[in-house]
Structure formats: structure tokens, C-alpha cells
């Protein structure tokens, strides 16, 4: 069974974030796969997501990949990345959609009349770019990563989370809202690691020898 799995539910950057842990851990199994034995019998799990949060959720019911995630992100190290961080929660204004419920929270959209910086100048939706993020937290996977780092961002939509204290990272677009959450074996976030360069690797990297715990 492969130390690491990247659930294939027919949407999302799955070959890039793949491509990005076979970098950093060249030694390791990492496989690409809808199969739900291979999933299930992973070490650790990555769901990536991209598109529309509709499409995401769609898609990974007509997989019949739902269950499987519901299991496996509740009992090994598990990095939800972009979309895969907004279907952890209850729901989305994008849609609006149900989400998995694992997470309590909601994810909202940017509001169009707020997209101003302290200089008044207009800001784009979507969020697209480098962007500092502030470590609200200690966490395993933040070794090696200072803080304020710029990771890259492509959304509209942003996660609020009933608990605060899952709150691992915040980033300001024009205002600060959460972009990783830290809850048990779960660590999960707004920006792409696999295309954030040398910091995103390195937030991998801690992935792939993460034992799950805080």
C-alpha cells in the first residue's frame, strides 16, 4: 500500500501536487488513485481541489470517493488543499453547496464592496498571487517556514470556521481571514503549497514525515 495517496475524484491539480511530493520525498510511494483500497490503506492522504466547490462536491459523490475521504480524514494525517480545504466544512455560499460537515464552519465569498487596500486602491476577485501568511499557531507542519511567508493564491471564496482555534494561518486580502486550519491529524489550506515554490515544498516535506499529531 503507498505511503501516500492523492484522492483522484476527476477535478483538481492532482499530477501537480503528486509531482511536488515525489520532489520532497523521492523514497516515498505516492500514488495518484480513485481505487478506495489503495486510498483507505494509505499512510497519509492528500485531497486537492480546484474549480468550483459544485463541481468538487459532484464530483466526488459520482466518484463514490465520499465515503472513503469521510473515514480516512478522521484517523491518519490528512492535507486538504484549496477546494479540498473548503469541503471539510458544513457548507458554501458558492452554490450554495453542502460540504462534507467534518469541519464546523462555513465558506463565504469575497464581498465585492470591501475589496479595497488601506490606500483605497481596488483589489481583484479573485484573490490570484503571493500573499504573506501569519502563522496563528505552532504546528509540526510550519517547521522550517517562517512566518509571513508568501504562498500563492488563486480563490474567490475563504473558509470561516465556528472554532477559532483551528485557525493555524491567516492572510490579509484586504482583511484577515483564515487560510489554514489545524484541527487533530488535519492540517488544511487555502493556498497551493505544490505551487509555492520552496516554502510550499518545504510544507510538504513536513507533511510526509508528520506523525499526525500537535
Known amino acids: ?10 477535478t483538481g491539480n492532482l499530477r501537480s501536487v503528486a509531482k511536488a511530493l515525489l520532489h520532497v520525498a523521492p523514497e516515498r510511494t505516492i500514488v495518484v488513485s480513485s481505487d478506495p483500497a489503495t486510498i483507505r490503506g494509505a499512510e497519509r492522504v492528500v485531497l486537492p481541489g480546484q474549480s468550483a466547490m459544485p463541481d468538487c462536491m459532484r464530483a466526488l459523490d459520482q466518484s463514490g470517493l465520499k465515503d472513503v475521504v469521510m473515514e480516512v480524514v478522521r484517523d491518519r494525517p490528512f492535507l486538504g488543499i484549496c477546494l479540498g480545504l473548503q469541503m471539510l466544512f458544513d457548507n458554501s455560499e458558492e452554490g450554495p453547496t453542502s460540504g462534507l460537515g467534518v469541519l464546523p464552519g462555513r465558506v463565504v465569498r469575497f464581498r465585492d464592496d470591501r475589496m479595497q487596500d488601506p ?6 476577485v479573485p484573490h490570484m498571487g503571493w500573499s504573506p501568511v501569519a502563522q496563528e499557531r505552532s504546528h509540526p507542519l510550519w517547521r522550517g517556514v517562517a512566518d509571513h511567508t508568501r504562498f500563492y493564491f488563486a480563490h474567490s471564496y475563504y473558509p470561516v470556521p465556528d472554532d477559532r482555534e483551528m485557525t493555524a494561518a491567516s492572510v490579509e486580502y484586504p482583511t484577515a481571514f483564515t487560510c ?3 484541527s487533530a491529524n488535519i492540517f488544511a489550506v487555502q493556498f497551493h503549497p505544490e505551487k509555492s515554490h520552496s516554502a510550499g515544498l518545504q510544507l510538504l516535506a513536513n507533511f510526509v514525515t508528520w506523525d499526525g499529531r500537535v
Not at 490606500?119 to 481583484?124: C, Q, S, V
Open 1 to 10: 500500500m503507498p505511503d501516500i495517496a492523492v484522492v483522484d475524484y476527476g
Open 119 to 124: 490606500a483605497g486602491h481596488r483589489l481583484k
Open 180 to 182: 489554514a486550519i489545524a
